[in-house]
């Protein structure tokens, strides 16, 4: 053997070459280098939420936390894992499940059903606030008035709701002073 090596050099490479020639004929790859990072190459959002269940969900090819409301790497399920277990994750759902214990969920036929007080009341409201300015003999047109506005929002709940004088007079006064509202001298 010599002292530099060639040799041994010599070797590997006649080695090398016949490793190489042998994988090339019988189309033998090489394992995979350590360098390569572990991604699931073939993993689609929709499973990722079918594996974690529903705190995640998939829109337009991209997954998304539930909660938080992010975009998600569904490739890699390390970071999946870490957004999970981060403390804004624990916080946001934390908080999210508050408030579904408050509120549960109502259907849209319910939702549109629904009349609140305030919808119920305003006709009685406005034709109450129209009977007095009559009965006070005040023309509907100092219901415009900015002071009275600043009196009805102010003190009245939802007192912004009441119309302006044209619309009391077109809604409330559709025929002149023949509205049932307005004592007539014969009563």
Sequence with gaps: MHEDGTEDQLADAVVGCLLKTAMERFDVKPPPSRSRSKTALYVTPQDRVTEFGSELYEDGGKLYCSFCNVVLNHVRKSAIN????????????????????????????????????????KPGVVQDFVRMFLEANIPLEKADHPSVRAFLSRHVKNGNSIPKADQLRKTYLPDGYAHPLIKTEDH
């Design 82 to 121: 870490d957004h999970l277990k981060s403390k804004t994750h624990t916080k946001r759902k934390g908080e999210f499940e508050e408030q579904s214990v408050r509120k549960k969920p109502r259907t849209l036929t319910a939702s549109l059903q629904c009349n609140s007080a305030a919808q119920t009341e």
